[in-house]
């Protein structure tokens, strides 16, 4: 059976300082993001145990561990990609840095740059308890969309694929930003890679017609 495996950091521990410590960058890729793969790969196996023994009594407790444990893979797996040094990163993306479409689509979708920042800021501050803010390309309609994700999967539209996340859980900051998670998401906009975000974005617009196909 495939197996999750945790993939590596594209930095080394330091890349992201002074705005996350290596401590946190250490602590939340080894321990955190890597516990969440070994979920996923434990509850596939007690579902193909289930499968075999036709013992269905816990298959709500199950799908619901799947979808937290794989959900929490892929959105951290997202969250490494999505930030690079602050010497590279931060800023505004613009079309002479070769994100131009997904300048226009950010202007087209929120009105500005501007207020964009200022709805995924606060999606990502205001998270009550755990979860995330995203950026996410949403099929149907062609928008970007700013969903606010209660705890790794809950509260975000099917179909619609994340391309700049933002971890609002206290294990992304709490050592270093103590209890102010807003200046945690605020400082997150100096180490955003725009770069890989544009990269993200044409790839959901290429997957979009998946959804929209005519029977």
């Known amino acids: 059976m495939p197996v999750y495996t945790l993939p590596e950091l594209p930095y080394?521990?330091?890349?992201?300082?002074?705005?996350?410590?290596?401590?946190?960058?250490?602590?939340?890729?080894?321990?955190?993001?890597?516990?969440?793969?070994?979920?996923?790969?434990?509850?596939?196996e007690q579902l193909a145990e289930a499968r075999d023994k036709e013992t269905w009594g816990?298959?709500?407790?199950?799908?619901?561990?799947?979808?937290?444990?794989?959900?929490?893979?892929?959105?951290?797996?997202?969250?490494?990609?999505?930030?690079?040094g602050p010497k590279d990163g931060g800023g505004e993306p613009l079309a002479q840095d070769?994100?131009?479409?997904?300048?226009?689509?950010?202007?087209?979708?929120f009105g500005s740059f501007t207020h964009f920042k200022a709805q995924l800021t606060k999606a990502s501050a205001t998270t009550q308890g755990s979860g995330w803010?995203?950026?996410?390309?949403?099929?149907l309609s062609g928008r970007l969309i700013v969903e606010?994700?209660?705890?790794h999967q809950g509260n975000v539209g099917q179909g619609a694929t994340p391309i700049l996340v933002f971890?609002?859980?206290?294990?992304?900051?709490?050592?270093?930003?103590?209890?102010?998670?807003?200046d945690f998401i605020e400082a997150m906009w100096q180490v955003v890679n725009w770069q890989d975000v544009a990269r993200r974005y044409e790839a959901a617009k290429s997957r979009?017609?998946?959804?929209?196909l005519a029977p």
């Open 167 to 182: 971890d609002a859980w206290e294990h992304a900051f709490y050592l270093q930003y103590r209890n102010q998670k807003v």
């Open 12 to 44: 080394d521990y330091s890349a992201l300082a002074p705005v996350i410590s290596p401590e946190i960058i250490e602590l939340h890729h080894d321990k955190h993001h890597a516990a969440y793969v070994k979920g996923a790969n434990d509850t596939l």
């Open 58 to 84: 816990s298959i709500n407790g199950l799908e619901k561990n799947l979808a937290f444990h794989l959900s929490g893979h892929i959105l951290h797996s997202i969250y490494w990609q999505n930030m690079t």
């Open 208 to 212: 979009a017609d998946v959804l929209l």
């Open 133 to 139: 803010g995203v950026l996410a390309h949403e099929p």
């Open 148 to 151: 606010q994700v209660y705890d």
């Open 98 to 109: 070769g994100v131009g479409e997904l300048a226009d689509a950010i202007t087209e979708s």
